[in-house]
């Protein structure tokens, strides 16, 4: 067991007394996941500048004690609580959350790691601008940056390491590596940025950084489509690609059985298509820069999608329903939590090639109740860029009560995503304890021995992180 | 001296005889840059298929013999062509251009390396889509990964890493990195494609690519802008990017110096603005998916641009054509050429800031013509993301005859651009022997360290790559 007393110690010399907490009662809150995972800190560390934070590396390199980052601990692959033991120490970012700098004619921002999405937003809203990433939750940037979150926009404006210009990273050795230019063009080498990108801060703790923004949107249109099956949903995203894709800024698609259950547990909530769900809804979202003087968006949209709904045009697309006032997205924000209403859940993270969509959805909800028929299987997702959300849902009375079942259909749903389908066994909420045996089962050799190589490079001690993204062991 | 003929017979045990070039006629042409650099080849193989790459770099492995890739030969910084040594295979890539496999669908395709720009435009053209990669150059798509190729339109449609889905690099050691996955959302740690774009080729070669391409604009317009100073095309810049952003695709800026040059040496241009050139011109280029019945491009573009002229708006902004036929762009892709018929041209491809751009163009000409009065300073560029490739012409007969001012200035120029403006000594066309003293000086020790741990990774026998990207010498 590792004593805490020098390490803290050690901490206070620079950090103020709110700097490091070691109370139980104060420490608790960083011991648990948002939705899952628990663990317990050997103390909890809240450095305010990035100076604080390689200053605080650097005391847990000469104690030789491992580092647990947390961000706003909205992560869902464990990956920001810690481990079991007692000997980690919790980082967290949130006081370093001043810096906004927002320069209007550049159109980008320089902020703190610990700066919330939310935050960010709400600073750059007077300027007209916005950091395109919707999500549900409310994360970090920096904690963005390790995980490269995606969400629902990201068909139209990228992924975290497509917004990104330039990081500061504080290293395990220390030192704070300074890639925090905004440039947009650099091609001068090895874009060092990346590597810190979407690898669960393997390397290092992302503690600033320069992104891209973009101008907001001076109009929006929000509408459904009623889908007969799968296919009909990829035709209908080909034809809006090809007509309105300059503004198609996301393309949701929803199960009945998700439908259903976000209806009956969600609060306030629209029905769309009446009594009668249709197997497959499409959630579409168009979003403009230019006004309706000169583009008026829900006539583009309506004179897209009419034709489209005329027999011959796209088998299976049925019905069309405007929602000038976005009241969609109100359902689509809730159906995490009414899933979890409904019952147990068991939830994947996936993304398939977009044309094997309808057919994954249809072999894993087949693989689902076969093996498991008491669980209903809700899956919905941004299939704009190939993303599905798959959750197997149970009544606990219902199911075996020894959950090895659990386990057995985590792995065949997995094994048919990556192996029959070519997919991802997480799509956008990155690699933890959570996903780690199937990184350690589906990620090529030569990858893992990059990635031992530089953790091997950054962090000889392995200090950082509380999975392994190398072939050997923390 | 290396003994070409061991090498030679291995190669040939598996490459066809048009396969391995060993005459000095057929050789030539692989031993020079295409504008600038010669060098002299060991002999030049020419696999078609990435298993032969493979195989060739495991004959290299075998034998000691270090490698030099060369796609389309365009690149403009020395990496294409070999050394002086004669000790360096030339590995061209033009026979592996067989695929061009289309997914209209996943709005992806898969291209073998060796494939130009051009062909793989014209295979997507049918299905209305293309890669927006805008250049005046053809090269091939593995050329474009290694340097991580920008142009005219990548302040919207981003560089090739943001257009990049998955790649296969035949690896120094002879195997081949598959990481050919079209996945847009795959969040299983480190992205190790990353670590093959804009490194110029020195931790592998890449044989196949998977691009994410866009919808084809059904629409285009074009305008030109006369500007009385830079601050002025700031300020349009950023009246366009809030207005009519989604469609903004370029923002070029000529300085009057590089106009007028351009006039008089140009095939068939117009010429905007009559004998009077302002003191700079910017080209403007909307485009859409969306067509004219729901948006009117050149009304928007005209009323937009209208209010910015009047008085008390954008100051500066002086007069506005409208180039329905986009006229403009001949005499941009002219530029280049245009310059080097005036004179000698010492060439600089720079980025800074957007809204050091006036500041750096200013200082930059000051600087050059006070040092250098016999120089005319010609300077255009991306200004929408920030690149400036600015250019010094001159007469020989005008300039001392002793070469070292060209060494002086040129080190003054690029100090002026990284250390004062915080900018890029190459904003896109990569690091190759003729920038590789600035790579060097202005390359931060831990960058150098990050890559030179992946060449000892990948590449411990140093046999790919001209040059070198970690501290240690080739």
Redesign the interface.
Known sequence: MIDARPIVAALREFLPADGVLTEPADVARYERGWRYGRGQALAVARPATPTDVAATLRVCRRFGVRVQVMGANTGLVGATNPDGSGEQLVLALERLSHEIEI??????VRVEAGVTLGQLNEALAPH?LWLPIDLSADPQIGGMIA??T?GTS??RY??V??NLLGIEVA?PDG?L???L????????????K??F????GLFGVVTRAVLQV??R?RQQITAWAALQHGEAA?AL??HL???????LTSFEVLARATLDVTLRHGTDLDRPFGADLPPYAAILHLG????A????LA??LQ?TLVPALEPGAIDGLTDILMDPGGRAWRLRHQIAECLHAEGEVLAFDL?????ALPAFAAAAEALATERCPWVTVCDYG?WG???THLNLIWRPPEAPSDDAWIDEIQEQIYALCVQEF??????????GPHNQRY?DR???P??K???A??R???DPGRRLGTGR?GPEPI
Chains 1, 2 share one sequence.
Do not use: W
């Not at 230019?181 to 060092?192: A, C, E, H, I, Q």
């Not at 070519?422 to 690699?431: L, Q, W």
């Open positions: 320069d209007p004619i550049d159109r980008t007209q995980t490269n995606g990201l068909m990228g992924d390491r497509q290293l030192t590596l300074d890639a230019s905004p440039l947009r063009k650099n091609n001068t080498g090895l874009d060092v990346q590597l990108v979407g690898t669960s973009a101008p949107p990829l995203l080909q690609e090809q007509q309105v894709g300059d503004a403009s820069t230019l006004t003087r000169h583009l008026d006539a583009a004179e993304s398939v090639p977009r044309p941004h860029d190939g993303g070519g997919g991802s066994f997480s799509a956008e909420h990155g690699v990184y589906y990620t090529s030569a990858v021995a990059a990635c190589a530089l091997q490079h950054f993204l």
